[in-house]
């Protein structure tokens, strides 16, 4: 019997933690507005937010699970859910393929975006710099949690190298997105990206 994650931001089952996590990283993405890289000068990149990466299917269904994981209590033995259960129910099964799509919204390739969220180091320079990592929209995720579904999380090469002194330090990263799988070991993503810039999150308007 495999747990089974509940998609970003929408499940009671997450820890509080996660959830304040989450809503950082989809709810104050920018919204749309634009912001200038300071490493391209007059670039522009379009501020995104996670849910922006979703094609509107997986959307829907992650919004809509079934209806009994929302009577399973956190902790409890039925939280580790069966799968063969939801693959017996049409809704459940979608909610299944959803949590491991990798389909894109294609619009968004070759889009200079700028997007918020937490690192997963994958590679590491000479001086211990972070080179290549996934991002992902809560701290912990293919970690000591779940990985999010692949088109939620986004394979970043940073040669310049990041200097990353806590994992749950969160990001902005900023560059041109590709729709194009990667995988890993740890989890595989259906969208990268060549960082122009690694910066430190703040609020829009800090």
């Known amino acids: 019997m495999k747990p089974v994650p509940r998609p970003p931001a929408l499940s009671p089952l997450l820890p509080k933690g996660v959830l ?16 200038k890289g300071e490493s391209e000068g007059p670039r522009e990149y379009a501020s995104i937010e996670w849910m922006d990466l979703l094609p509107g299917a997986d959307f829907e269904a992650l919004m809509n699970p ?10 409890s033995e039925a939280d580790q859910v069966d799968s063969a259960r939801l693959q017996r129910d049409p809704v459940g099964r979608r909610y299944l393929e959803a949590l491991t799509s990798t389909a894109v919204v ?13 690192v997963v180091p994958l590679e590491f320079d000479d001086r211990q710099r972070v080179t290549e990592f996934f991002l992902v929209p809560w701290f912990g995720a293919c970690l000591h949690l779940p990985p999010p579904p692949p088109n939620q999380m986004l394979h970043v090469r940073y040669p310049r190298g990041l200097d990353l002194a806590r994992l749950e330090d969160a990001f902005w990263v900023e560059g041109t997105l590709e729709t194009t799988i990667v995988n890993r ?20 308007g800090d």
């Open 20 to 35: 304040l996590a989450v809503g950082a990283a989809f709810l104050l993405g920018g919204c749309g507005e634009v912001a």
């Open 66 to 75: 079934p209806a009994w994981l929302d009577d399973i209590e956190e902790g």
């Open 106 to 118: 294609a619009e968004k390739d070759q889009q200079a975006v700028r997007l918020p969220g937490f």
């Open 185 to 204: 070991e740890i989890g595989t993503s259906a969208y990268a990206l060549d960082a122009d810039l690694v910066r430190p999150y703040f609020l829009e």
